[in-house]
T-cell receptor
Framework: GNSVTQMEGPVTLSEEAFLTINCTYT??????LFWYVQYPGEGLQLLLK?????DKGSNKGFEATYRKETTSFHLEKGSVQVSDSAVYFC???????????FGKGTRLSVIA | GAVVSQHPSRVICKSGTSVKIECRSL??????MFWYRQFPKQSLMLMAT?????????EQGVEKDKFLINHASLTLSTLTVTSAHPEDSSFYIC?????????????FGSGTQLSVL
């Protein structure tokens, strides 16, 4: 079955540091890949997505590239801010009427 | 953009009572909605898939008599936690898939924090 493996957290970084959160997946088909973010006290929000190999999703300075050869979708940001502190979830969705499969989430804390 | 409205955002109830959570797609029709539960420090767990006009499909281990799901229209699905107990305290999230099915359009509600005393 489909699965998502996400690096364990928590991750603590200083402001302006470089961020990488690793995500790898297993899927039988050609899924769409997502990063969701959950800010404290709020629900999930879609951060970015990629629907096919070599696509790069980007938003708010974050980006992730769909790598079919390594089955990965690592999240990166060049310079994090305190306001980026949140829990980040990697997810995939097969085509068709299937729900998302989520990773366990990675908590990011950015300190000033 | 498309919006999924989920209410209430937070509810506190006494043990033994029932709580209804609504999930509405505001500007699109959703033939399919999904209900997730989020445990502390864990990922979202899919509880059930709700299809308009038919019975929900529950994931293994989810009690269908306890978590009643009704998807009566193309814009509304409800989750009712019946006879709630403290162990049901959790964060519940719905998501809705755009009926057009063009590309990947899946939208999330803002979640409901349920606390059972």
């Amino acid at each position: 079955g489909n699965s998502v493996t996400q690096m364990e957290g928590p991750v603590t970084l200083s402001e302006e540091a470089f961020l990488t959160i690793n995500c790898t997946y297993t899927a039988t088909g050609y899924p769409s890949l997502f990063w969701y973010v959950q800010y404290p006290g709020e629900g999930l929000q879609l951060l970015l997505k990629a629907t096919k190999a070599d696509d790069k999703g980007s938003n708010k300075g974050f980006e992730a590239t769909y790598r079919k050869e390594t089955t990965s979708f690592h999240l990166e940001k060049g310079s994090v801010q305190v306001s980026d502190s949140a829990v980040y979830f990697c997810a995939l969705s097969d085509t068709g009427n299937t729900p998302l499969v989520f990773g366990k989430g990675t908590r990011l804390s950015v300190i000033a | 953009g498309a919006v999924v409205s989920q209410h209430p955002s937070r509810v506190i109830c006494k043990s033994g009572t029932s709580v209804k959570i609504e999930c509405r797609s505001l500007d699109f029709q959703a033939t399919t909605m999904f209900w997730y539960r989020q445990f502390p420090k864990q990922s979202l767990m899919l509880m059930a898939t709700s299809n308009e006009g038919s019975k929900a499909t529950y994931e293994q281990g989810v009690e269908k008599d306890k978590f009643l799901i009704n998807h009566a229209s193309l814009t509304l699905s409800t989750l009712t936690v019946t006879s709630a107990h403290p162990e049901d305290s959790s964060f519940y999230i719905c998501s809705a898939r755009d009926k057009t099915g063009q590309g990947e359009k899946l939208f999330f509600g803002s979640g409901t924090q349920l606390s059972v005393l």
